[in-house]
C-alpha cells in the first residue's frame, strides 16, 4: 500500500483542513496527515522502520531531562504551511501536551526525526524538512534508508526562513552526534536500510 492523497476543495480553512483530518476514516495504524493542504494517508510502518524508531528513542531517553517525552504518534501542527504531520519521534517537553486536542503546536517540539519509507521518502525530504523549519523546530533529524545504495543520516538545524543548515551527514553504520541540549552520539549501525 502506498501513500494516499486527498487533495482538499481550494480555498478550505485551517479548522476546516484539520476537521477533515480528522474525520478521515483510515485503517486503523494508519497516519493521517496534512501535508501542504492535503490530506495524505499512509500505511502502517515496516518491522524494520519501527526497529530504527525503538532505538533511536532508547537513545534519546538516555540524555534528555525528565519532563520531556519522546513521542510516535504526536501530531504537530504548522498552519501557517497547511500542515500536520506525524514525525516517527518528536522530543518535546511533556507540558506541551497539556492543552487538549490532538496535536500540539510544531514550534513546541525540540527535535523531530523522520524514517524515510519508499511511500513517503519525497514527503520527509522535502515538504516537511520546510515545514518544520517554517515552524522553527530547532532539530531535524532525517534518517534515509531509501536513497538507492547508499542510507544516510542527516541533522538539520539553525531553521531560518523556511530552510535548515544541513548540520552533519552520516553513512548508516557511523555516529552522528546531535548537539546540546542532546549531546548524543546516535549510533546508526544496527539500522537497516529501505
Known amino acids: 500500500m502506498g501513500t494516499l492523497g486527498v487533495e482538499p476543495e481550494s480555498g478550505r480553512g485551517w479548522d476546516e483542513l484539520v476537521r477533515l483530518r480528522e474525520e478521515t476514516d483510515a485503517p486503523e495504524g494508519c497516519k493521517v496527515e496534512l501535508i501542504e493542504g492535503t490530506v495524505t494517508v499512509s500505511p502502517t510502518p515496516a ?8 532505538r533511536v528513542q532508547r537513545q534519546l531517553y538516555t540524555v534528555i531531562p525528565e519532563d520531556w517525552g519522546v513521542y510516535q504518534t504526536l501530531a ?7 500542515g ?8 518535546a517537553p511533556e507540558a506541551a501536551l497539556d492543552e487538549p486536542g490532538h496535536y500540539i503546536p510544531a514550534a513546541a517540539a525540540l527535535l523531530v526525526v523522520e524514517i524515510t519509507s ?3 521518502a519525497n514527503h520527509d525530504r522535502i515538504e516537511k524538512l520546510h515545514g518544520y523549519a517554517t515552524a522553527g523546530v530547532p532539530w531535524y533529524l532525517l534518517l534515509d534508508g531509501c536513497h538507492s545504495g547508499l542510507a544516510t ?5 539553525q531553521p531560518r526562513s523556511a ?5 552533519d551527514t552520516v553513512k548508516y553504520g557511523e555516529g552522528l552526534h546531535i548537539p546540546a541540549p542532546f549531546d548524543l552520539t546516535i549510533d546508526t549501525g544496527a539500522f537497516p536500510a529501505g
Open 47 to 54: 518491522n524494520s522502520h519501527n526497529s530504527v524508531a525503538q
Open 84 to 91: 500536520m504531520f506525524i514525525p516517527d519521534l518528536v522530543v
Open 153 to 157: 543520516a542527516t541533522l538539520y538545524g
Open 118 to 120: 519508499k511511500s513517503n
Open 163 to 167: 530552510m535548515y543548515r544541513v548540520l
Open 76 to 82: 504537530v501542527a504548522i498552519p501557517s504551511r497547511l
